[in-house]
């Protein structure tokens, strides 16, 4: 009897307001009087954002041009199925100055990049540049793994072997002559993938890291030739490689290409005629998918999004709304203990 006491009293909690739930505290009392006055300042406040929102997106430049060439029209109709390589153009004109910096992006449409097994078709340890798995993919990537030949793929899976490759060239008609608009290329990726997710083998020249290896079946030149102008610019460091890997999370996307930052249009894109060039490569028409390049300028809430100030309109006006329908209700059967 003694020691089951002993026992109880050792698994006693300590006698104190915290282990015994005696601590003060604070329950709000959620009258008519403060729930009304809170719910129409919560209204106005989300009215006010969803005002500035809107009128600031609406404020945000936007140019876009489709050129998957559907139509037998269309400049990019012959491109559409043609499986050589096939270069395009297409001309559109600004009526006012677009104001820079000027984000050019590439968009896809009926794309799913957020499908469970083609995301995880990659090997993160081949991306983070160990050599082990150059020559031993890991089976994530099946059946992109190896060649026809049994030699290993590099970069392998489907993820990097469907990398979008369109390229484009912009230029602007002054005086009756092409000049072309520079782009810039450089750092368009995420810092964390840059940085710190992926990484090139620590061998030079970077082409000897890839001995034995194979490139995708889908690429027309191998990873460390993706970029001939930059040779820091190449490998798994590529930064149009980068952002392809950042997968999307919708079917319907776009991607940053370019920067237009430079030169005589770093205050934005002059009014006037544009041409833009396409070496169209990437194929969409089996799966009833559409290409587009988007030509953006951004503001401090990012890119043009009318979506997001209504929204907030919307829940703002519904708490105004129930604001006043509560003071109604009221006022017509007010309770005895709130008089």
């Avoid at 001309?91 to 984000?103: D, E």
């Avoid at 072997?161 to 092409?178: A, E, P, R, W, Y």
């Avoid at 396409?278 to 300028?297: C, D, E, M, R, T």
Wanted: proline content about 6%.
């Amino acid at each position: 009897m003694v020691k089951e006491e002993q026992e109880e009293s050792s698994n006693r909690p300590d006698n104190t307001a915290f282990t015994q739930q005696r601590l003060p505290a604070w329950q709000p009392i959620l009258s008519a009087s403060i729930v009304i006055p809170m719910f129409l300042l919560i209204g106005a406040a989300f009215i006010g954002v969803g005002v500035a929102l809107f009128i600031t997106s609406r404020d945000i430049q936007l140019q876009e041009l489709d050129y998957t060439g559907d139509d037998s029209e269309h400049p990019c109709f012959k491109c559409r199925t043609n499986t050589e390589k096939c270069t395009c153009s297409m001309t559109f004109s600004i009526p006012t100055l677009f104001k820079g910096p000027v984000f050019f992006y590439y968009g896809l449409t009926n794309y799913f990049q957020n499908q469970r097994k083609y995301g995880a078709s990659k090997d993160d340890n081949q991306l983070y540049g160990d050599l082990n798995y150059f020559t031993s993919p890991s089976t994530d990537c099946d059946p992109y793994t190896r060649d026809s030949k049994n030699m290993p793929i590099v970069p392998c899976g489907a993820l990097a072997n469907s990398m979008f490759n369109d390229t484009f060239t912009l230029s602007h008609t002054v005086n009756g002559v092409q000049k072309i608009v520079p782009l810039d290329g450089k750092g368009i990726a995420w810092w964390t993938d840059y940085n710190i997710k992926y990484r090139n083998p620590s061998i030079t020249p970077l082409i000897n890291a890839f001995n034995g290896t194979k490139k995708p079946t889908n690429w027309p030149k191998p990873i460390y030739e993706l970029d001939t102008t930059d040779v820091y610019n190449n490998g798994f460091i590529n930064q149009d490689f980068l952002v392809w890997m950042r997968r999307a999370a919708l079917p319907d996307f776009r991607k940053l290409y370019r920067r237009i930052t430079h030169d005589d249009y770093a205050a934005g894109l002059p009014a006037g005629n544009y041409t833009l060039t396409i070496a169209y490569n990437y194929p969409v028409h089996s799966f009833n998918g559409k290409k587009k390049v988007v030509l953006s300028n951004v503001s401090w809430m990012g890119g043009k999004n009318d979506f997001l100030g209504i929204a907030y309109i919307v829940v703002g006006s519904m708490c105004v709304v129930m604001s006043v329908v509560m003071l109604i209700v009221y006022a017509r059967f007010k309770f005895a203990e709130d008089v």
